[in-house]
């Protein structure tokens, strides 16, 4: 809901360049992704100080109710699209599989709500894309094939 937010906000990445170079390379890592200071601003990113075993790149609190949960899953998502915007971030390094692979899709309570409104509005936000989706494969697809043949 708008204005109850207790997430921590990330840097507006509309209105100012960021000065902290962000930008992996292709193929990155777990570590690199780590080191990508916007990254770890989003709030569901959680990095233990003491034990690597407990950071998580999808780190939510407990649910009190379903509807609350996909609410958060929501702005969780705005975050990360935003993140996402940013003029120093380099697509392509699959930061999203990095989120992912820390969620428990076997959890059928009330957490599920995080994942089910993150997915979604994500969902929504492609379906609104005024994109022609296949040139743009194209275009990516011609760029992947011209760097394998350096």
Known sequence: MPGTTTSKPIRDTKSA??????????????????????????PFV?????????SSNW???PAKNY??????????AAHFVRYLQDPDYAFGVNTLGHIVKDI?????????G????FFSYLERLLHAQDMDVFADVE???????????L
């Open 67 to 76: 509807e609350q949960a996909c609410q958060q899953g929501h702005e969780y």
């Open 104 to 112: 428990d899709f076997n959890n059928n309570g009330n957490a599920k």
């Open 59 to 61: 780190h939510v609190p």
């Open 46 to 54: 959680h990095r233990s100080k003491h034990d690597l075993k407990k």
């Open 17 to 42: 360049k960021s000065n902290t170079a962000t930008r992996p390379s292709v193929g990155t890592d777990d570590n690199q992704v780590n080191k990508q200071s916007g990254f770890l601003a989003l």
């Open 114 to 117: 995080y994942w089910v409104g």
């Open 139 to 149: 275009r990516i697809n011609a760029h992947l094939t011209m760097r394998s043949k």
